[in-house]
């Protein structure tokens, strides 16, 4: 299966990319030359670490009718953002009130399959083709 996107060059520094018929736009921060309209791309990188694991949560809940009230989750990304290289991402998971002992494990279980998670696990070989 292959998922096309397409990259778009609205002006300034702003990239954009279309997926699945949906348009994400991108924006460098003022102190890199953009305009901050728009999150960087890096930030969507950590943002969809983050949302994928919490999707995963809240799915696990819904479908086994526990509350997601206050149910919270945050990650802590720790790198070195001046060279590429080992990081690590520290996911914290806030359980509603009353949440069962028995579903704990389960729950933390779910959020292991994020699909983003395990494609960063076994990353994909990338190749960048010149069209004239």
């Not at 102190?31 to 994928?52: E, K, V, Y």
């Not at 919490?54 to 070195?80: E, K, V």
């Not at 729950?107 to 010149?130: Q, T």
């Amino acid at each position: 299966m292959t998922l096309q996107l397409k990259v778009l060059f609205p002006g300034g520094k702003r990239v954009d990319v279309e997926v699945g018929g949906f348009r994400i736009p991108t924006d460098q921060l003022v102190n890199d030359g953009g305009a901050a309209s728009a999150p960087p791309p890096f930030f969507l990188f950590l943002g969809s670490i983050a949302t994928c694991a919490g999707i995963y949560a809240l799915t696990f809940c819904q479908s086994r009718n526990l509350p997601t009230q206050g149910l919270g989750l945050t990650m802590d990304w720790d790198w070195d953002p001046k060279r590429p290289g080992p990081a690590s991402a520290v996911l914290r998971l806030r359980l509603p009130e009353g949440f069962p002992e028995r579903y704990r494990d389960g729950i933390v279980n779910a959020m292991e399959l994020c699909a983003v998670k395990k494609n960063i696990e076994v990353p994909p070989s990338f190749r960048i083709e010149v069209e004239a």
